[in-house]
């Protein structure tokens, strides 16, 4: 079983809708969580991070699930420029890095 | 450039050459990581570099991957011997903390191709 795991999509929605992505993780010692946005061909870029109260950033809200041991990540009004791929990234106690899952990739259309 | 810079962009390498990757982190960083990123996966750790120091390499899929960073900005990544399996976008990413939570900022990456 891998240590982080994503839905791979694609996620095809219209613009304008609701989306979310949910993205879970094994290692109950994982204590840092990111969203990071990849855009094809492209590096990943820090979308945001994910703190235990949650957080939001405009259209972009984060939250998390200790207990349950997943992150999500929640688009609303989704623009044609949302359309990539989204990598959730997990920091394990003791572990020097981030372990990035998969990756879910969003197509958003007129 | 104020981000983290990365030569080649794009690399065919012959099965058996020996391959340099350079990774230009942004100025004053610490912290460097070196990332493994096949078609359709998450990028995969290889190692981290603490100024000069490799404090972690245990991602290095064999040894044939070799990492430096002597003088703690500048890194190379050396792959000896190449097989059509290393294949991949090689992605450093260098953060300005040695905290777990501080961003990492990553370079566009060197596409490696082994024909």
């Known amino acids: 079983r891998k240590e982080v795991e994503q839905d791979p999509g694609p996620f095809n929605v219209p613009e304008g809708a609701t989306v979310a992505f949910n993205c879970t993780y094994s290692?109950?010692?994982?204590?840092?969580f990111f969203w990071y946005r990849q855009d094809c061909r492209k590096e990943p870029k820090l979308l945001m991070s994910v703190y235990s109260s949650g957080n939001e950033d405009g259209r972009f809200t984060a939250q998390l699930n200790r207990a349950s041991q997943y992150i999500s990540l929640l688009i609303r009004d989704s623009k044609l420029s949302d359309s990539a791929t989204y990598l959730c990234?997990?920091?394990?106690?003791?572990?020097?890095?981030?372990?990035f899952g998969k990756g879910t990739m969003l197509l958003v259309s007129p | 450039g104020a981000g983290v810079s990365q030569s080649p962009r794009y690399k065919v390498a012959k099965r058996g050459q020996d391959v340099a990757l350079r990774c230009d982190p942004i100025s004053g960083h610490v912290s460097l990581f070196w990332y493994q990123q096949a078609l359709g996966q998450g990028p995969e750790f290889l190692t981290y570099f603490q100024n000069e120091a490799q404090l972690d390499k245990s991602g290095l899929p064999s040894d044939r991957f070799f990492a430096e960073r002597p003088e703690g900005s500048v890194s190379t990544l050396k792959i000896q011997r190449t097989q059509q399996e290393d294949s991949a976008v090689y992605l450093c990413?260098?953060?300005?903390?040695?905290?777990?939570?501080?961003?990492?900022?990553f370079g566009q990456g060197t596409r490696l191709t082994v024909v």
């Open positions: 990413a260098s953060s300005s903390s040695t905290s777990k939570s501080a961003e990492a900022f």
């Open positions: 990234a997990v920091n394990i106690a003791g572990y020097s890095t981030l372990t």
């Open positions: 290692n109950s010692a994982s204590q840092s």
